[in-house]
């Protein structure tokens, strides 16, 4: 079944420093892959994505997310995390025609000053 | 990327009732779909909105609660009918653009049911 995983419900950092945030999928195939934050009291706003191609990519506001076949993985960084990105962080998966995307229980993220 | 607007930002309603949600599209856009956040959740897919056709419903969800119209190519309405406490929720609209292979996600509708 095609599923995705975020190991961690809550990660607390210290601004400036930096930051990974795992994601972990299950899927039949290659699958397209996106990370999202949400702000409070916001939608969703898409950070990067992955098709195909250079495994590591960039995205908005600083952050990255390399993809890792062999290890299922598609993990967000940011080398230097600001107090404005305290929000919360989904990874999704998709493919197919209509894309319908499946999200992970979401990463909320705490910047202490 | 697609401008997408959404009414109401949020409502606190009675059970019993039912409310109609818009989402609007400043551009054509080739697939729509709906989602609900409950709260401390992640997003479920409830439907993608067809143009000129019926909605296709997930798992769990059913037209009779969930009616989806889309009359044309930059709006869509998801109504929550007969509405419960657990009905709240955040509800998302969310637009892929021709050929994008990619979501872009409406501000959200944030519900309260008493």
């Known amino acids: 079944a095609q599923s995705v995983t975020q190991p961690d419900i809550h990660i607390t950092v210290s601004e400036g420093a930096s930051l990974e945030l795992r994601c972990n999928y299950s899927?039949?195939?290659?699958?397209?892959l996106f990370w999202y934050v949400q702000s409070p009291g916001q939608g969703l706003q898409l950070l990067l994505k992955?098709?195909?191609?250079?495994?590591l990519v960039q995205g908005i506001k600083g952050f990255e997310a390399e993809f890792k076949r062999s290890q299922s993985s598609f993990n967000l960084r940011k080398p230097s995390v600001h107090w404005s990105d305290a929000a919360e962080y989904f990874c999704?998966?998709?493919?197919?025609?209509?894309?319908?995307?499946?999200f992970g229980t979401g990463t909320l993220l705490a910047v202490q000053p | 990327s697609a401008v997408i607007s959404q009414k109401p930002s949020r409502d606190i309603c009675q059970r019993g009732t039912s409310l109609t949600i818009q989402c609007q599209v400043d551009?054509?856009?080739?697939?729509m779909f709906w989602y609900r956040q409950q709260p401390g959740q992640s997003l479920t897919l409830i439907a993608t909105?067809?143009?000129?056709?019926?909605?296709?419903?997930e798992s769990g969800f059913v037209i009779d609660k969930f009616p989806i119209s889309r009359p044309n190519l930059t709006f869509s309405t998801l109504t929550v009918s007969n509405m419960s406490p657990e009905d709240s929720s955040i509800y998302l609209c969310?637009?892929?653009?021709?050929?994008?292979?990619?979501?872009?996600f409406g501000p959200g509708t944030r519900l309260l049911v008493l």
């Open positions: 969310s637009v892929e653009e021709a050929s994008r292979e990619t979501q872009y």
């Open positions: 899927y039949g195939a290659t699958p397209y």
């Open positions: 992955y098709f195909s191609g250079d495994t």
């Open positions: 999704a998966v998709g493919r197919g025609a209509t894309n319908k995307l499946i």
């Open positions: 551009s054509q856009v080739t697939m």
């Open positions: 909105a067809n143009q000129g056709s019926e909605a296709t419903y």
